[in-house]
């Protein structure tokens, strides 16, 4: 019978230190795909802990080998083989929960990117032009938004096609997020039109940003590959911006809109590759 419970108990221990080196795997998973940081550290700083508790349970099988003969004995062991079970455990449902995390955030990320132009999309824009026009209107903050179009964009799609002419509009969104500042946000309106959410800005200094964009814009020598790596195609685009700021008489975010949407009307009218202020009625040319 002694015998029985010494193996019962030895096993307990050995099977306890086989669980926790078991439960390094889930943690080394973990630390390879967590960014470089506190957290990451605190995981390899628990890897660590798990090497030393496996030389602790090593440590006390040597020195109670043989020895585990009353039932009492038998306590010590299951506690360790539990406590390795709930370690591992611990570290298996972390793994599967970060996995899940992160599905999560792709899935939200897909939800509200635009597919092709890799920026927000028009679902996003909805709802964040309202919120921002809530917020500056409830804290008193200037708003200011810019609708961006490319000038005779048809043109691009009839010369060179439809492929090259999606791929143009992916470089030209990552250009115009590219030229604006972190805290804008980018998002596509419809077709080859873009609408910048400038919070805590006055649509004056709205309107200098939009220039500046309008200006890269116009610099910038664009070169596309065609599908078939044939020969690429090197063009220059403008864009007609219409800049609106946030006033007393606009109720919501559709009059901010349309206000923004008639100073882009104008740009057009006015020749294209221009900056049209709505408050001010202004065109700018450089
Ligand atoms: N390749 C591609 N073309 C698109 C996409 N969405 C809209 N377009 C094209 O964008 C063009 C827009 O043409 P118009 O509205 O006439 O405007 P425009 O030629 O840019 O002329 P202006 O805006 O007046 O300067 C159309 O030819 C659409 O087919 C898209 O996702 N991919």
Redesign the pocket.
Known sequence: MSNLINFFAEGFILAGALVLAIAIYPISLLYTRLPTGKIRNAWFFLGVLIVAFIGGYIAYWLQHQGKLVHVDALSVPVIFFFGAVFVLLVNTLSVKTARDIRQIYTLQQENITDP?MGIFNRRYLDKRISDEVWRSKKYRQPLSIFIV???????V?DTYG?PI??EV?KRFAQLVKNSLRESDIVARYG??ELIVILPRTKSERGAQLAERLRLSIAEHLMEIASQCGEKSHEMQLTA?IGVAGLTHNIVDHTCLIERADQALYQA?QQG?NLVVHHQEQQSQRV
């Open positions: 092709l179009d490319i000038d005779h964009f048809k043109q799609n439809h002419g999606d509009l077709g080859e007609s057009k294209r």
